[in-house]
């Protein structure tokens, strides 16, 4: 059970896309897994110490929303703000896990969180900005870890 | 009810907090003991099913009352 293997790439920075690599890697780890995330681009947000995540339905057509909204207005100042607001105050009534709470369960359960050093040099991101247990490596770090892995994803 | 040795109200949480907290739950129990847990996320179901096959703790009961989940894991 203890030797199964699960490999994540992680390319997503906005709210909704934060879920999925951090609910599949603590439930992985849960399940006995031992799991590695290895984070890149836009990824790279997860791992900020100071998290601000946001979501919109501006170019994302398939957003349910409450009422519709005119593609228009969804660009106004503001919009992007109150979404993220509002899918928060959801979640929440919900009893979906915070992305915060989700990341301490993934850093709990020893999940290993590899962030992509390229990408932090890409975007002038400072080590300090990340967690402290964050790892840095390239490509080959990610493959020496994925090469033996049960499962691998991409997101 | 079968008895048990350590309760989890996960009531209102989603998925996956009934399956985390379940786990660290388990963690503190010897193995042979019973945990009774108590659930909102009818997701739950399939999921308890599947943690139990996948990490070795069996499942013993499993069962619905008034919008409510009943699980009972022993731990293997």
């Known amino acids: 059970m203890s030797d199964k293997k699960l490999a994540i790439i992680a390319t ?29 681009f836009y990824g790279l947000q997860i791992l900020k110490k100071d998290l601000d995540l946001k979501i919109t339905s501006l170019g994302n057509p398939a957003m349910p929303m409450p009422a519709p909204v005119p593609v228009l207005l969804q660009a106004l100042p503001g919009m992007e703000a109150a979404m993220t607001s509002m899918m928060k105050a959801k979640m929440q009534k919900k009893g979906v896990a915070s992305i915060e709470e989700l990341r301490e369960l993934c850093i709990e359960a020893e999940v290993k969180m590899i962030a992509c050093q390229m990408t932090v040099d890409l975007f002038d991101f400072k080590h300090s900005e990340l967690l402290d247990t964050v790892e840095y490596g390239g490509a080959a770090t990610f493959f020496e870890f994925a090469g033996e892995s049960d499962i691998n994803l991409y997101m | 009810m079968a008895d048990f040795d350590s309760e989890l109200d996960a ?66």
């Open chain 1, 12 to 40: 997503k920075g906005t709210l909704d896309w934060a879920y999925p690599p951090l609910i599949l890697g603590s439930t992985a780890a849960a399940l006995g897994y031992e799991v590695e995330i290895f984070f890149t």
């Open chain 2, 11 to 76: 009531s209102g949480l989603n998925c996956p907090l009934p399956i985390l907290r379940a786990k660290k739950a388990l963690a503190a129990l010897e193995s042979g003991q019973v945990l009774h847990i108590i659930a909102t996320d009818p997701g739950a179901i399939k999921d308890f099913e599947a943690f139990s096959k996948q990490t070795g703790n069996e499942l013993m009961e499993s069962r619905e009352d008034g919008g409510k989940f009943y699980f009972l894991i022993k731990k293997g």
